[in-house]
């Protein structure tokens, strides 16, 4: 069974540009969550997925941040316009239940903004 | 606010020897409690889960420990291997505003001698 998948791995932008980071869940799983890490600091929460409804959104930064999960399947984080600040490890995580327990997470994708 | 902190960002251990990760954690709301391990390049992995009702579970090599008197929460790993080598974060499952969002301490570092 594969697990989640993030692409990219790493990405380097320069301020002001756009990155799209894409989450693929496992399969069946309704719930998917966005989290990041910055400057190797604790592991963040910024949304929550119940299928492609917006359970939570209280973890987002700001409106340059804009996540989708049309037809509830995979997922996608955009950024525009990249900040410096911006710069960290984005990861998704899914699960299978809605109270949060294990939560499989992807690799990560490793933002980079210049 | 209500946040989950790590005692000690980094730690050594010799292999072979026991290794014991701290946690502290803020909310007494908090009823679910889970450690995961990072390894480097790959995304948090779930070791083990607590709930409020117990004190104690255990895994294999690994014991979890909970004080919801002092709101202290420790990971045990028995006969430390260099395959124990990660960034451990302990997590709190907030049921805030319905919501089921993890929210995860800082880290620690595990750093295994040979």
């Known amino acids: 069974e594969a697990g989640v998948t993030q692409f990219p791995s790493h990405s380097v932008i320069e301020k002001g540009q756009t990155v799209t980071l894409r989450c693929d869940p496992i399969?069946?799983?309704?719930?998917l969550y966005w989290y990041r890490r910055v400057m190797g600091k604790e592991i963040k929460f910024l949304l929550h997925?119940?299928?492609?409804?917006?359970?939570?959104e209280s973890g987002m930064p700001n409106n340059r941040f804009l996540a989708e999960r049309t037809g509830g399947t995979y997922s996608t984080l955009k950024v525009q316009p990249a900040e410096l600040e911006d710069s960290g490890v984005y990861f998704c995580?899914?699960?299978?239940?809605?109270?949060?327990?294990?939560?499989?997470f992807g690799e990560g994708s490793r933002l980079t903004v210049l | 606010g209500e946040s989950v902190g790590l005692h000690l960002p980094t730690l050594s251990v010799q292999e072979g020897d026991n290794s014991i990760i701290n946690c502290a954690y803020s909310?007494?709301?908090?009823?679910?409690f889970i450690w995961y391990k990072q390894e480097s390049g790959k995304g948090p992995q779930f070791i083990i889960d607590i709930r409020s009702n117990m004190d104690k579970r255990q895994g294999q090599r690994v014991t979890v420990l909970l004080n919801k008197t002092v709101k202290h929460l420790s990971l045990q790993i028995a006969a430390t291997q260099p395959g124990d080598s990660a960034v451990y974060f302990c997590?709190?499952?907030?049921?805030?505003?319905?919501?089921?969002?993890?929210?995860f301490g800082s880290g620690t570092r595990l750093l295994v001698r040979p």
């Open positions: 995580a899914s699960s299978q239940v809605r109270w949060a327990g294990e939560l499989f």
């Open positions: 997925f119940v299928k492609e409804s917006k359970q939570d």
């Open positions: 909310n007494s709301a908090s009823d679910y």
């Open positions: 997590a709190e499952n907030s049921l805030m505003d319905s919501s089921y969002k993890l929210i």
């Open positions: 399969s069946g799983h309704d719930n």
